[in-house]
């Protein structure tokens, strides 16, 4: 899911261009930013549209991290598709990221990529 920024400048696209680097690399990626909110009470706050919030956001920046997978997985993947089980990979993660776990824990062949 792209960051509902707006007018993104030079800086920016450089910056999501980063992003799909760490995605493709295997590594978690989170994107940082901030808008700035009148005073509200707790009500007020809770009334707010959930587009209301997350859109006109500054980015201030991407980072990439390692989440490793624990020992044995892709092993204990392996196993299982051996025996005649079908195997699933669901995540919330960008497509770039779920399928270099995929072929790290043996789900996904290289060759083939994820829709």
């Known amino acids: 899911m792209e960051p509902r920024c707006i007018n993104l400048d030079e800086s920016d696209k450089m910056t999501l261009d980063d992003l799909d680097d760490f995605a493709e690399q295997g590594l978690r990626t989170l994107v940082y930013g901030y808008k700035e909110m009148p ?3 707790e009500t007020e706050i809770e009334e707010l549209l959930v587009e209301e ?4 956001i500054t980015m201030l920046g991407v980072t990439g991290v ?17 025996g005649g089980c079908k195997v699933w990979i669901l995540t919330g993660d960008k497509g ?20």
């Open 39 to 41: 005073n509200m009470s």
């Open 53 to 56: 919030v997350e859109s006109n």
């Open 66 to 82: 390692e989440d490793l997978l624990q020992d044995d997985v892709a092993k204990c993947i392996i196993d299982f598709k051996e």
């Open 96 to 115: 770039a990221t779920a399928n270099q776990i995929g072929i790290s824990c043996g789900v996904l062949s290289p060759k083939r990529e994820i829709c």
